[in-house]
Structure formats: structure tokens, C-alpha cells
């Protein structure tokens, strides 16, 4: 790429001094907006790195209604490079970063080892890389790209074998995740997602959801120390081989996590088009005891596109922020592009995140609160108006400097450089 001048730290300053003086006006404090924005833990997807293939020994990613499309070269093929790209990554987001995995990338050491039969041990790299990365794991069982997995249906299936194999599966990550919540000394989230569903139309919708509703109290009957697990369940509108029905649909999952009082995963990219998770959190939130928010973009469909700084993301983190909630809340990163450069799209999606949190944070809601409770409407609309126009991109700058991290689009050159010299040798 063309060679751009690096932003002067000094002229940061100077805009920023300005910026600050401009939110003080509408009683908001850029300073602690940016300690706020920078103190919210995002966990990033291990997946991204590699296309959701793992280490089990695939070429690419199988069934599961998922699908990752694309061949940019630089793609990680083994632990090593994807724990380098990763800390890579991370150099170049501001705030605190935790690590998503998925029970496929576990490393046997060139043993065959089944899902079901999976232990902490076959994470002790991540584990130790997490540790000396001062960052936190989460985890999540991976139902799909497996042979058992074929005919669409795993938890919810009919046949005893496969869903008994599928079952001792969620067992065997609970306990995975449990061992790395006792190794940080933070609770790790365990999420649950399943493909199962019909490409088309059932006659019975019923029995499948019963033998998801049985297994997932088998799981989660599994004794493990509960301060260091989060359990979640997650939902899909549809996915590619489940077009008809899902049996994990939204409706399923809401009514399972109040009855189990357990959190509940909702994804950006797992509804309907014209449908936001905004207005569901506060809605959600009455009967559950926490939420976790996948943040991903969805075009027409579930496909998982690089989250950007768009207005659903913006409205969702404002929306947290005036619900003062993130202490119930876990949030995440989840897409997978395998069209563009792997690593940017991480860095891509972290941090408009972290732009969408702070211009949050910087709202003026004290402000819009009270013209609200004192019924001024107009006032209320007004004031969310030329919130849109106060000068954030200064005050994300002098976030960046404090962060210690490039500026702008200067980290677009770290990137080419890295891929220069990395990525390169992979193709």
C-alpha cells in the first residue's frame, strides 16, 4: 500500500484539547469516557484467523449451516500461526481483549481424539499463551464440520448414538471451560450454539426441540465449580441446510434460558434483516440473568461480514450505556471473511466496536434524560441530533495515543508489513 504520513501525536493532543472543551459544554467528560471505553472487555474469534477450520485435520469447514467464502493467501494452518496472528492483532486494538475458542482447535499433539473426549490438557497451549498475554479465554463446543454432524441434526437428533456422542461433547467443554476459568481466575463463557434444523418443510417441529430441551439439561447437569463458568445458549433464524426450521430458534432459547436461569447469546447476524437486538436487552434483561451479544453483520442474510462503526452497533452500545448494564453483558466479536486480509478483518470489527462504545460514552445522557422525564420530547430528539456531530474522532485519536496504539489508518501499515513478512510464506 502507498506510504501515508503518520499522524503527528502532537497535533492529537492539540484537536483533542479542543473536542474536550466541546463535550464539557453538554456536561460529558472525555476523559472518562475513554477510561470507560478502554476498561470493556471484547473477546475476539479465534475462527476468523483461520476460516473455522481447526486443527482436527480438515481442508475446510464442513456443514453446520455455516459457511466461510473466499481465499485471501495468509490463512493460519496450525496453533503457532494463529496464536502469532492473534497477538499480532491485538497489538493493534485498544482496550481489553479476551480470546474466543472453539472446541476444534484443540491441540492433541498429532493424536486422533475424539470431540466427546476432549480434556483441558488438549488447550494447555492457549491456556499459557493466554497467560502470558494477560488475557482471558472463553469457549464454545463445536457442533458441526464432523461426520456425526452430517445429517443436520446433533443435540436434537433422533438417533441415540449421535446425539449421546454430541452430548458427552457439552460435557467435555464444560469441563474445558471451567479449567480455564479456574486458571484466570474469571469466569470463562461457554456458549452453545447447534445447526440442527431441516433445509425444508416438517410436519413435526415439536420432538426434535423436546430431545434439544433433555440434552441440554444432561449438559448442564454436568458438575463443574460454577464461579469459574458462564453458560450461554445461542439461537439462529436459519442457516444454510436449515433454511425451513431451526430447532434452536430464538423463542426455544429465551423460554430455556429464564426456565434454567442461565445467560442467553443473541448474534446481530442471527435475526431477521430488519430486526436490531437493541430493544430486546432491556426486554431480555427482566428475566434473565445476563446476556451475551454477539457482534457480527449481516447482509440479507446471516453471513457474517466484518462488524463495521454502522448504526445498529452504534445504537446497541448506546443502548448499554443508558441501561448502565455492562456488568450483565458479555460482548464478543463473531464473523468470518476469508476474502480479505484475516488479521485487518479483526482489527476491522474491534475497533469500530470500540468507536461505537465510546461515541456511547460521550452522549450526552444526563442531558437527554431530563428533557425527557420533563416530558420536552422535541428537546429530547434535538439533543440526540447534535450528539451525532460532536467531534469523537478526536477524542478516538487521543483514545488511541493513550492506548499506545497506531492512529487512525496507521496501523494499515503494520498490517502490509506483517503480511510482507508473515503471511507471504504461508502460500
Known amino acids: 500500500m502507498k506510504k501515508e504520513k503518520k499522524t503527528n501525536p502532537n497535533t492529537v493532543k492539540e484537536m483533542y484539547q479542543h473536542a474536550k472543551e466541546r463535550y464539557l459544554q453538554f456536561g460529558v467528560n472525555s476523559d472518562e469516557a475513554i477510561k470507560k471505553t478502554l476498561a470493556v472487555p471484547l473477546s475476539l474469534h479465534c475462527w476468523q484467523g483461520d476460516d473455522v477450520i481447526g486443527f482436527e485435520g480438515a481442508s475446510e469447514l464442513s456443514g453446520g449451516g455455516i459457511l466461510a467464502t473466499g481465499n485471501y493467501p495468509g490463512r493460519a494452518r ?7 496472528d492473534i497477538t499480532f492483532a491485538i497489538s493493534l486494538i485498544p482496550g481489553i481483549s479476551r480470546l474466543n475458542l472453539h472446541a476444534l482447535y484443540a491441540e492433541t499433539g498429532g493424536k486422533k481424539v475424539e470431540r466427546d473426549e476432549l480434556e483441558p490438557e488438549h ?4 491456556i499459557r499463551w493466554a497467560q502470558e498475554q494477560h488475557i482471558n479465554l472463553d469457549f464454545n463446543p463445536s457442533f458441526f464440520s464432523h461426520p456425526l454432524a452430517s445429517t443436520g441434526y446433533t443435540l436434537a437428533s433422533a438417533d441415540k448414538k449421535i446425539q449421546n456422542f454430541w452430548i458427552k461433547h457439552g460435557k467435555a467443554s464444560r469441563r474445558i471451560a471451567a479449567a480455564m476459568g479456574a486458571v484466570q481466575k474469571e ?23 423436546k430431545r434439544l430441551e433433555a440434552a441440554l439439561d444432561e449438559i448442564l447437569a454436568e458438575p463443574v465449580n460454577k464461579k469459574n463458568i458462564i453458560d450461554t445458549v445461542e439461537s439462529k433464524l436459519f442457516g444454510i441446510g436449515s433454511e425451513a426450521y431451526v430447532v434452536g430458534s430464538h423463542e426455544f432459547y429465551m423460554g430455556y434460558a429464564v426456565k434454567k436461569q442461565i445467560k ?8 431477521h434483516p430488519t430486526e436490531t437486538l437493541t430493544d430486546k436487552i432491556s426486554a431480555l434483561l427482566a428475566f434473565v440473568p445476563g446476556l451475551l451479544l454477539h457482534i457480527s453483520r449481516g447482509i440479507r442474510w446471516d453471513s457474517d461480514h466484518v462488524a463495521l462503526y454502522s448504526d445498529d452497533v452504534r445504537e446497541l452500545c448506546r443502548e448499554l450505556h443508558r441501561l448502565e448494564t455492562f456488568d450483565k453483558v458479555h460482548l464478543a466479536l463473531d464473523y468470518f471473511d476469508a476474502s480479505i486480509n484475516r488479521i485487518a ?6 475497533r469500530a466496536f470500540r468507536k461505537a462504545l465510546l461515541e456511547a460514552f460521550l452522549e450526552p445522557v444526563d442531558l437527554i434524560r431530563e428533557a425527557e422525564q420533563a416530558g420536552r420530547p422535541h428537546e429530547r430528539l434535538a439533543l440526540m441530533e447534535e450528539a451525532k456531530l460532536l467531534p469523537i474522532a478526536a477524542v478516538w485519536d487521543e483514545l488511541c495515543l493513550e492506548a499506545g496504539i497506531p492512529i487512525g489508518s496507521d496501523w494499515l501499515s503494520c498490517v502490509s508489513e506483517y503480511e510482507e513478512k508473515e503471511l507471504s510464506r504461508r502460500r
Open 187 to 209: 469466569p470463562c463463557v461457554n456458549n452453545i450454539w447447534i445447526p440442527d434444523g431441516s433445509k425444508d418443510m416438517i410436519t413435526d417441529r415439536s420432538s426434535p426441540r
Open 345 to 350: 478483518a479483526w482489527i476491522i470489527g474491534a
Open 264 to 271: 442467553l447469546c443473541l448474534d446481530m447476524g442471527h435475526f
Open 123 to 126: 488447550f494447555e497451549k492457549w
Open 78 to 84: 496450525n496453533g503457532d500461526e494463529l496464536r502469532k
